[in-house]
């Protein structure tokens, strides 16, 4: 059973959420501060986190920096939940290494999918064959250890950036629209917001650094590698 961690404030909110997730087949615990959150995620190391962006203690921005920064941590995706909604806000939540953003008011449904897809995208990270090592360009990718090396000093990438970086190298020479790459990495059936991977692609390079200009923007349709 999978278990996914809430940290959310409100606690009629997060008891629903609990509620609907339970009835999926999930584990659930629930938090309302975001220090206490920061110490259950590292003590229970779950599946998935749900973080409210306003919390009392440790904003949930604080709180996703402090996630990656811990390598018992790095891993596990979270997904963003606030009421904040202009883009700046989304902005800073995938900055801080957020994989998903779900602005309030939202549906028990759309929490569920977003769920599943990440969960779904975890799974077929685990049963896709494991090489030793994928290089192109100064990047080398240790599929086994889930690292990335840029021009030899290891990158710390989120589960989400990690994945659109394997899934672009591995399709190097390919273009690939934003649909598709949130068909793909983000396991997105329907439709999203393309400037999800447009924010992710911009963070990738700049953690890359100068070998992160592999990555090529095709305008007005999507992204490839070349090297």
């Known amino acids: 059973m999978k278990r996914v961690l809430i940290v959310e404030d409100e606690k009629d909110l997060a008891e629903l959420l609990a509620f609907n997730l339970e009835k999926e087949g999930y584990a659930t615990t629930c938090v309302h501060d975001g220090r206490l959150g ?12 749900l973080l409210d962006l ?55 449904r759309e929490v569920a999918l977003r769920v599943k897809a990440v969960m779904r995208r975890l799974e077929h990270e685990v049963q896709a064959p494991v ?7 100064d990047i080398a990718i240790d599929k086994k250890r889930h690292t990335v090396v840029s021009a030899g000093v290891e990158i710390e990438l989120t589960s989400t950036e990690y994945k659109l970086l394997l899934y672009l190298a ?3 020479g390919y273009v690939h629209s934003r649909e598709k790459l949130l ?10 917001d393309t ?33």
């Not at 920096?65 to 891993?75: G, S």
């Not at 100068?210 to 070349?226: C, H, L, M, Q, S």
């Open 170 to 172: 591995e399709k190097k």
């Open 54 to 108: 306003m919390l009392p203690g440790l904003l949930g921005t604080e709180v996703c920096k402090e996630l990656r920064r811990d390598r018992r941590t790095a891993h596990i995706p979270v997904i963003m939940i606030t009421a904040k909604g202009d883009e700046i806000d989304r902005v800073v939540g995938f900055e801080v290494g957020a994989d998903d953003y779900i602005v309030k008011p939202f549906s028990m």
């Open 183 to 192: 068909q793909n990495v983000w396991s997105y059936n329907n439709a999203g």
């Open 195 to 227: 400037r999800t991977v447009d924010t992710h692609v911009t963070r990738l390079r700049g953690k890359l650094g100068a070998p992160g200009d592999i990555i090529k923007t095709v305008r007005g349709f999507g992204y490839k590698i070349e090297e």
């Open 131 to 137: 090489p030793d090592l994928f290089t192109i360009g």
């Open 38 to 49: 920061l110490e259950r995620a590292v003590a229970d190391l779950p599946d998935l986190i």
